[in-house]
């Protein structure tokens, strides 16, 4: 797998025991597949911003060049 454990910078919870998230959230027209998927815990599944219109919080996960960047609230790439 792309990551052991969660992808949020700084979380060690082991893959096996999150979930898959997707970058890109369905309702957002995100696709199921590898570049849209990323795992993460159950804890940062649920604070991760989902909707990139909503007003800022935690930050968002979000794939550039391939790679898995952490958004922080207040910014786009
Ligand atoms: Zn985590």
Redesign the pocket.
């Given at each position: 797998a792309e990551h052991p454990t969660?992808a949020?910078p700084g979380?060690n919870?082991p893959a096996e025991r999150g979930q898959f998230h997707h970058l890109t959230p369905w309702k957002h027209g995100g696709e199921t597949n590898v570049a849209n998927l990323v795992t993460?815990?159950n804890?940062?599944n649920g604070v991760n911003e989902d909707d990139p219109n909503a007003p800022p919080q935690r930050g968002r996960l979000t794939r550039q060049g391939g790679t898995i960047v952490w958004q922080p609230p207040h910014t786009s790439l």
């Open positions: 969660c949020w979380c919870t993460l815990c804890y940062h």
